[in-house]
């Protein structure tokens, strides 16, 4: 069992650490399981273009954008809450021949909803 | 494997379910896997604040209203179906020192969006 | 490990593979996990209903509709991303007696999101 710490600059970012989950795979066969210890930001997979990662928190952003959320009397993330409940806080990829069998297209990436912050993730390999 | 039953109350709630959870964890080191077997029901991890949870609610009401949805010629709760494919029908949590890696603000919730019903978990360890 | 092929036919269709996975299915107690190696297309379990899928493909493509999406301007199928990122690229269901522990409604899908085309789905057991 890993522990990855990531250290998030903006508000709202995705983050691409496929080559960080890569490096740390450590068997031949098998399954890579990442999970992210937070309520305010995600982790899923999709591919790594601008474009798409642009459309995606504009999405987002439109589809939950900063109305009169409960939460806010608590806390000031309503909107982070509620836009890593539409992702996961965990993902699986299979290994083979010491390698995650991704997909062409297919990128890791932690999706942070309430920075900056310092994330922290657990890896672990079934 | 583990099964648990849980009654639930309302149309529509979010059951926090962290420490019956927790309680049935027995190895000091690996996965736990919880799986709901329903599909107008959901399980996912965030934050046990009551404003949260009303906004969540709020949120999925207002993206799903109840119009004339196809399948409620069938039955009816397209909302209740539509709704949980948005979620997932299965978590994963990290354990170690035979305790749940749940982050600080991390609770594990049974999502009902079509109660009151027993709903059935499968718990099992990796 | 199996590697399932499957043919689509449609730009957007959910095509049921309970019956493929079942089949596979070679342990008596355990996890099957089912991982698709792609990020246009995605899998996710509900209801096998006529009504259901065309809801949920209706869902869809009124909150994410063609509009002026960026990654457009690289390739031709920002919806088909976004679609696929309010879902998952794995699952996972529990096994017992050699049999998938799946809910009575429970079917297990293939959503496509960018055919027709070949789609790859990785099998495992836990």
Redesign the interface.
């Known amino acids: 069992?890993d522990i990855i710490k990531i250290k998030t600059v903006k508000k709202e970012e995705l983050i691409d650490i496929t080559e960080k989950i890569s490096k740390l795979v450590n068997l031949d066969?098998g399954?890579c399981?990442v999970?992210?210890?937070?309520?305010?930001a995600a982790i899923?997979?999709?591919?790594n273009?601008?474009?798409?990662k642009?459309?995606?928190l504009y999405?987002l952003s439109k589809?939950?954008p900063e109305n009169n959320?409960?939460?806010?009397?608590?806390?000031d993330n309503?909107t982070s809450?509620?836009k890593?409940?539409?992702?996961?806080?965990?993902?699986?990829?299979?290994i083979?021949d010491k390698k995650l069998?991704?997909?062409?297209?297919?990128k890791i990436f932690l999706a942070e909803f309430d920075g900056p912050r310092e994330r922290?993730l657990?890896l672990?390999f079934?």
Chains 1, 2, 3 share one sequence.
């Open positions: 069992m066969e399954i399981f999970y992210i210890r937070h309520a305010t899923f997979i999709n591919e273009e601008d474009g798409f642009e459309d995606f999405f589809l939950i959320w409960k939460h806010n009397l608590i806390d309503a809450h509620l890593a409940n539409l992702l996961s806080h965990s993902i699986f990829i299979p083979k069998m991704l997909g062409t297209w297919q922290e657990v672990s079934i």
